[in-house]
Each structure stands twice: as C-alpha cells, then as structure tokens.
C-alpha cells in the first residue's frame, strides 16, 4: 500500500480525491496548507504528494522547494493556474508533473500511478543485465546504489532526472529528440512536451555541469535532440 499526501486549502477538493485514492487501494494523509504537509512528511512514510500551489501560512512552491532539499519522492502539483509560464516554475522548483484545476479526476489517478510507477521502479528501463556503474569521463551513475556522482561528489537528482541520465548514459553519443526522451522516461505519448523535457534537461546540467551554458557532459544537437558526450 502507497501512502499519497494530498495537500489542498480546499477540504472539498481533499475530500473528493480521498475517495478516489481510496478506492484505488491508496492510504491518504491529508493536509491543509504546507506548513502542516511538512510535519506529517516529518512523522510518516509518503510516496507521492498531490500540492496545490495558492494555500494559506505556506504555498506549495516553498514547500515543494523545502521538500526538495532532502527528499526525491514524486510531487504533483496541482492548480489552477495554467499558463506555461507557471508550469515551467512548477518543473524548475523540482515538481515531477503539473495538473491544472479543474481536472478530471480519472486522469489524477493515472498521473499518479505514472508518477508512482516510475518512483518504485526507479532507473530501471528493462530486465535485461546491466553494467553497475555507467561512466562518461567525471560523471557516473551506479545502477545498484541509483547514485549520481561527478568527479567523485555525489549529486543530488529526482527519480525523472535519474532516468534521463541513465537513458543518455547507457547510450553515449547517441542523439535522442525531445520526443524520445519523454517516451522512453515518462512512459507515455509525447504530445508538446518540449518544455516539460527542457526544463529536466536544464535542472540536471545545473547539477553535473561545472559551466551549465558550456557543457561538457550533456550536449545539444540543434534541431535534433540531447545526448551525453562519449569522454
């Protein structure tokens, strides 16, 4: 059983996803603005977190920025803003995925089991045998420990940036597009997904990169796609 904490000012909007995630065989934590998510992530075991943006004492975007200095786990968040402009803040901050309200509560829950299904099988792509520690120059990735290190320091990354890597690792100098990248990590069609995958790719230079404009390890090939540097 997952524990879900669905955070949201609105106790109808609670309420009603409660029951869906419920219904699904889900255990949900419940909280009404960030302050109080934070203490129960403090006391309780969360696999995945469903965060409104605009609530009360703390919104979501400090929190999840909070949550995101010690914890990995798959952040939803939730809002009604829609524009990309708040989107692509909501992925810069360390969100996995963005839904605006009013949502469909059937695609909620595929979002969640998504989010979910990628946590729990973090990094791994197929059954096939692998190679512990995937290497290009400074930069490795160990499958086993799902471990990031660069010139021996290890490197901080969400579940989606961990599959990024190990999809380009596992590949050096092999091009992806955009398109590619987002089906083969998230799983899913890729339908306008340049921001979304943009936005990932921009968060894991910052980590592996001494220079992020002037990258060494994670390369664009305009017009095409991104791959990882044979070094």
């Known amino acids: 059983m997952y524990n879900i904490l669905v955070v949201d ?6 309420e009603s996803i409660e ?6 065989g889900y255990k949900v934590f419940k ?3 960030g302050l109080e998510a934070l ?19 703390l919104d979501g975007i400090k929190a999840t920025i909070k949550i995101r200095q010690e914890k990995n786990i798959p952040i939803i968040l ?6 990309d402009t708040d989107k692509i803040l909501g992925l810069n901050i360390g969100a996995d995925d963005y839904i605006t309200k009013p949502f469909n509560l059937l695609e909620l829950i595929a979002r969640v089991k998504s989010n979910l299904r990628r946590y729990m099988n973090f990094g791994n792509f197929n059954n096939e045998t692998r190679e512990d520690v995937l290497r290009s120059g400074g930069l490795e990735l160990n499958t086993s420990t799902k471990e990031v290190k660069v010139d021996g320091n290890q490197v901080k990354v969400t579940p989606i940036e961990y599959r990024i890597l190990e999809l380009l690792l596992r590949n050096k100098g092999r091009v992806f597009s955009i398109d590619e990248i987002y089906e083969k990590v998230w799983k899913e069609e890729s339908f306008n997904v340049e921001n979304t995958v943009a936005v990932h790719i921009r968060r894991i230079r910052e980590k ?11 390369k ?5 796609g991104y791959k990882i540097e044979k070094i």
């Not at 939730?78 to 524009?83: F, I, L, R």
């Open 31 to 33: 909280a009404y603005d």
């Open 19 to 24: 029951i869906y995630l419920r219904n699904e």
């Open 39 to 57: 203490d129960i992530l403090t006391n309780e075991e969360i696999h995945l977190i469903l965060m409104d943006i605009m609530m009360p004492k």
């Open 208 to 218: 592996i990169e001494i220079n992020p404009k002037e990258p060494r390890y994670l």
């Open 9 to 14: 000012d609105d106790k109808e909007i609670v």
């Open 78 to 83: 939730v809002s009604a803003k829609g524009e």
């Open 220 to 224: 664009v090939v305009w017009g095409i």
